[in-house]
Structure formats: C-alpha cells, structure tokens
C-alpha cells in the first residue's frame, strides 16, 4: 500500500530515482503554502498547504487508498504545531473517520497526520469517537458528524488534527464536543485549507 518516491505524488508521472521531494518538477513549484491562522478567538484554524493542485491530487489519492509517504508534507504542519506547543505543552487529537469508511480505507489521513506530527510536547490522545454510523452517500448534502467525547484526567489543552478544513463545521463541532466534558481545546491544524477567504489570499495574488 505505500510507495515511496517511483511516481510523482501529485501527477502519478514516473520520478527520476531518489528524487527528494516526491513531486515532479511540473508539481513542486504548484504546491502552495497556506500556514495562516483564521477563527480566533473561537477555534483558531491553520493548514499546512492551500487545497489545490498537485496537493489536492495527494489527497483524493489517499482517499480512494493510494496512501504515498506524508513527511515531505509535514514541515509547515510541524512550525505551526511549535507556535502553539511555545506555550506549553498540547494533546493532538485528530478528527476521527465514519467507521464504515474506515472499514473500505483501513488507513484514516489524520490518524496518520498525528503520528507523523507527535511529539514529547504534543502527545496523542483518543479523546473522539464517532457514532453517527450512516454511509456518507455522495449525492446527499454532507451532515456533521456526531461525536463524543471524553476528557484528558491532566487537561493538556487539545490540537486538533485534519486533513482538510473547508466550513470549519467538523472542527468546530468537534471543538465542542470537547469543551462540553470540560476539555479545552486551543486550536485545529489541517494539512490542506480549502477555506475560500484563504483560497483567495493565497491564490488571488497569482
Ligand atoms: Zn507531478
């Protein structure tokens, strides 16, 4: 199931061996660096990359199966998990999957995001569980998942973890989700941001 560094992760175009990056040369320079916070002071909201392109593409490969070596993608999630862990340490917590889904997948990208991404300072906690157990059909509008959840005994504040943010509607159900069993909850971290006003900052300028 993984691969590392034959085909570009973006393109799926074959790549020289030992490449470094993982994208084709027609790739690297397309993937775009989001790294912006947006939802203070309810949920402050950041992801490591815009949601376009060759990131995009890595994405909807991981979701039909097609899981390829993350790390190259991890350096902004990493300094945007340092601002937060400056201030003391955080549990990383990541948006848990639609057990059906997980079921077809057997890997979950944020699962797989808070390994990558934990550390001494940010340890992992399984704080959130989904119960909404209907299949996600694609033609229907998309309901918000139903979580529970429970608290950390020493209340590290959480992080938490997904793969890509376009409503902030997971997050911040899952934010209260937490905060009604007493967790706090300092702030989400996304690996792609799909929110239109970043989009737009991002991509406006090009
Ligand atoms: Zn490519």
New binding site residues.
Partial sequence: MWWFGTT??????RLQLLSQSG??D???PALECAEAWLGAPTLPVAAGWAYTG?LQAWISRCKQGIFSDPDLLLPPLQRLLKQLTAAGPVALVAIPPERTRLRQRGLHLPDLLVDRLRTREAPRAWLLERVDRAPVRRERVRSPPVLRARALGEKLPVVLIDDVVTTGQTLATACAALQSVGQPVKAAICLADARPQILAQILGQG
């Fill in positions: 570009c992760a973006g393109c799926g175009a994208f084709c027609g790739c690297s060759p």
